[in-house]
Antibody
């Protein structure tokens, strides 16, 4: 069955760029799904960062849009997240997830990676 | 943005008893053209990612026990665990997918009395 796995540095210095990759295994990344990033600061709720369609169309949370880039490489079966100019407020567990499409409607996130903790600190 | 507000923050229930979690959206998430509510519920156990339980407000995800049920429409929604089991101890979150930015509720912790 399809699985997602996040990878990337667990520690990033303030003002630098956070870079994470989500590798898709056990299924196709080119199927008609959306692929997303969600984060969860310690002890807090979930925050949607953004989503990318397999064709490359992107959708970002306006609260982060100026600092976020999501890209996809279907040949390598992965999609990536970059968050620039990070501060301590970006410290969180970062999840990648698949957003299901029902009919032609994108719905909920049905498959999640295990998550990776990223700490912003000097 | 559509704000999602959950209540209570935590609920303590005896094994076998009913647990009820509420979720309120700041505007209607009922799409009139298909009469569907764009709401999902997730379960998150400590150290694990969220797991999808319910979508379209009341459609149970495959493999989810039928003691979990979702109800509500418009702006007010409820997740009910009809007979709480030990393995149901978790954080439960609602999420609207009516429009971007996608937004989540703050979560409700379910514990055993």
């Amino acid at each position: 069955q399809l699985q997602l796995q996040e990878s990337g540095p667990g520690l990033v210095k303030p003002s630098e760029t956070l870079s994470l990759t989500c590798t898709v295994s056990g299924g196709s990344i080119s199927d008609t799904y959306y692929w997303g990033w969600i984060r969860q600061p310690p002890g807090k709720g979930l925050e949607w960062i953004g989503t990318i369609y397999y064709s490359g169309s992107t959708y970002y949370n306006p609260s982060l849009k100026s600092r976020v880039t999501i890209s996809i490489d279907t040949s390598k079966k992965h999609f990536s997240l970059k968050v620039s100019s990070v501060t301590a407020a970006d410290t969180a567990v970062y999840y990648c997830a698949r957003r299901r499409i029902v009919g032609r409607t994108p719905v909920a996130f049905d498959i999640w990676g295990q998550g990776t903790m990223v700490t912003v600190s000097s | 943005d559509i704000a999602m507000t959950q209540s209570p923050d935590s609920v303590v229930v005896s094994l076998g008893e009913r647990a009820t979690i509420n979720c309120k959206s700041s505007q209607s998430i009922l799409y009139r053209s298909n009469n569907k509510n764009y709401l999902a519920w997730y379960q998150q156990k400590p150290g694990q990612p969220p797991k999808l339980l319910i979508y379209w407000a009341s459609a149970r995800e495959s493999g989810v026990p039928d003691r979990f049920s979702g109800s509500g429409s418009g702006t007010d929604f409820t997740l009910t665990i009809s007979s709480l089991q030990a393995e149901d101890v978790a954080l439960y979150s609602c999420q609207q997918y009516y429009t971007t930015p996608l937004t989540f509720g703050g979560g409700t912790k379910v514990e055993i009395k």
